[in-house]
């Protein structure tokens, strides 16, 4: 079978389903190149959309049904738009119900269409699937029922969908990113005001997303369960900081002298939130510097505070962040986004980036006997319709 990119894919199963033209949509992936299990505690975090990407291609209806193909699996299914109850099963159509569920809440009333999703971002791979799903199916139902949203709502809309109506606590981090970044630029986001300022990617280096094989095991569990101890944290402190909303308004010092009251886990948990925040702020500084040499070494304390700290990492992920930070062209590596498993981010100067590419699959592949899926990243446009879809 010839070669099809992913927008031909899914336009050409589009067409031989429905037998009509479709409107095509795209929806990037995002990188987070630091501040982890910041944005649900009121800290910034350093997310950018990246070239891997989620398609729709959608036509009206007129009855009110969503017919769904997912090209991820081959599976057919409707949404009756009259009955939007959960069923807590957390699939691929659970979400997309999710984003009608938030449309209708939000007064924009979703319409029927033909829809065929699908997408090159492994899925549960912590480079955002979901709020890649999300977005691109919300842009074509918004504008499918004729409505205008700023992206801010858009974004809003969509994290609704998934902390409420599928039910995974998430920040706001992944839906900012996707629906409001910019093509080479980070987003410094400030998670508490949702303030954002775009930043220049560094030229002269290059990040490298490895997937270490693993899906996350509880999709939303491990990830839930942080959340509620960061709850549990804030309530705690508040005996002794009255007025504190979020772990990530505290100093150092607030956490040492409250370390007996917090318990050994919360006092780690805290710690984590407390100390990225600070490489988060250096971090911003050695990107805007073009120290990349400072970026990295806080990329490897990152990831050792992820691991010892917050305890989100895996013996997968740690054994990926080794064997990158000992190829020579690495200036730093950790986990990236929930844990768990899923995707390492890895700092690499251009001129060694494939070569390392190719050392650290020969290196996973031997210690673990299976080759991890290894993707340079480049810069990406946040969601939208596209209407050249057939351009490289
Ligand atoms: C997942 C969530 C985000 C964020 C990261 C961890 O990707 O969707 O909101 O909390 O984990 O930084």
Known sequence: MPFQSVPALVHSEFVRIFREEPRMYRSPARINIIGEHLDYNGGSVLPSAVNLFTWA????????????????????????????SKDGSGSVVEYLKGVAWAMHTGGVEPQGCN?????????????????????VV????????????????????????????????????????????ASG??????????????????????????????????????????????????????????????????DPGQISDNRSRLGETLFRRCRHVVSE???????????????????GSLLNESHSSLRDDYEV???????????????????GSRMMGGGFGGCTISLVRPAEALETARRIRQEYGRLLGREPWVHVVGPAEPVSEVEDWHEP
């Open 277 to 295: 925040c600070q490489r988060v702020r250096e971090a911003t500084g050695a990107m805007l510097e073009g120290e990349l040499e400072l970026l």
């Open 313 to 331: 990492s895996c013996s997968e992920l740690d054994a990926l962040v080794e064997i990158a930070r000992a190829c020579p062209g690495v200036l």
């Open 185 to 250: 630029y980070a987003m410094m986001l400030d998670c508490r005001s949702h303030d954002f300022e775009l930043l220049p990617l560094p030229d002269d280096a290059k990040f490298l997303v490895i997937h270490s094989g693993v899906s996350r095991r509880l999709p939303s569990g491990g990830y839930n369960s942080r959340r509620d101890e960061c709850a549990a944290a804030v309530e705690l402190l508040q005996q002794s900081i009255p007025g504190l909303c979020f772990l990530a308004e505290l």
């Open 115 to 135: 829809l065929v999703v699908g997408g090159n971002i492994p899925l549960g791979g912590g480079l955002s699937s979901s709020a890649s799903l999300e977005l």
């Open 57 to 84: 291609a959608v036509s009206p209806r007129t009855d009110p049904v969503i017919d769904i193909y997912l090209c991820h699996d081959g599976s057919r299914q409707r949404i009756a738009l009259e009955d939007l």
């Open 138 to 181: 919300a842009s074509a139902l918004v504008d499918r029922a004729g409505a205008q949203l700023e992206r801010e709502q858009l974004a809003l809309l969509c994290h609704k969908a998934e902390a409420e109506f599928v039910g995974v606590q998430c920040g706001i981090m992944d839906q900012y990113a996707i629906a409001l970044g």
